[in-house]
């Protein structure tokens, strides 16, 4: 029996994704690298260290352990200053419905998400008192595509990982829900996200007749 819902933020509540792939392709150009969007695709998901580990493999450069942490602290400011400008009308569609539809049915929800930046952008959106729980890279060790972030989630809901349902628009994150014991659906194209039971434009597409 389900009995809670888990929602990733980047491409399904909001597209900050949009944001990172601007700032990660600003510190790409300094290594000589060109930041593609199908590159982006593989960074969907993926911990701030390790994408700035991919980045530096594709661009075949080697940097200090200072600076490493320097360009990870400069492109989250990018970042951010993005993020400031951000208002609640920038939800992605059909958010606003799932969230009242899921609190007038008393559907606990929780956030998991790879940013470290999650309740900063939920703040900006309006949604912050919407969730139950709030994981971030800030609570976990291991980043998606290991179910540690969507197993805490649970755990923090009081739920067993079998009575979940995860929403994610990223292959990591499909694969994360799935490791950990959980069902998912996939905001986006079954080619890109295969192994999740469904596949949604955006969370306003979701029945809330089939979780009852």
């Not at 600003?26 to 980045?55: F, H, M, P, Q, T």
């Not at 493999?57 to 400008?85: C, G, H, T």
């Not at 998991?112 to 999650?118: D, F």
């Not at 929403?167 to 490791?179: K, V």
Request: aromatic residues 8%; contains cysteine; charged residues 25%.
């Amino acid at each position: 029996m389900i009995k809670a819902l888990i929602l990733d933020l980047d491409g399904v509540i909001c597209d900050t994704a949009h944001f990172h792939y601007i700032a990660w392709k600003r510190l790409a150009s300094e290594y000589d690298y060109e930041l593609s969007e199908a590159d982006n695709e593989a960074l969907k998901g993926v911990s701030r260290v390790d994408s700035l580990i991919l980045i530096l493999q594709w661009a075949k450069k080697e940097i200090s352990p200072e600076q490493f942490e320097q360009d990870l602290l400069r492109k989250n400011s990018w970042y951010l200053d993005m993020v400031e400008e951000m208002v609640p009308k920038d939800l992605l569609p059909g958010v606003g419905s799932f969230v009242e539809s899921a609190h007038k049915l008393q559907i606990p929800l929780a956030l998991g998400s790879a940013s470290k930046n999650a309740q900063t952008v939920l703040t900006k959106v309006g949604l912050l008192d919407a969730f139950q729980t709030i994981v971030d890279a800030s609570q976990i060790s291991r980043s998606k595509p290991d179910p540690e972030t969507f197993t805490t989630a649970a755990e923090l809901l009081g739920v067993a990982p079998n009575e979940c349902i995860v929403f994610e628009d990223s292959l990591a994150g499909i694969q994360a829900a799935l490791s950990g014991g959980m069902r998912a659906i996939g905001i986006g194209k079954p080619s890109d996200l295969p192994g999740a039971e469904l596949h949604i434009n955006n969370l306003g597409e979701y029945n809330f007749a089939d979780f009852q």
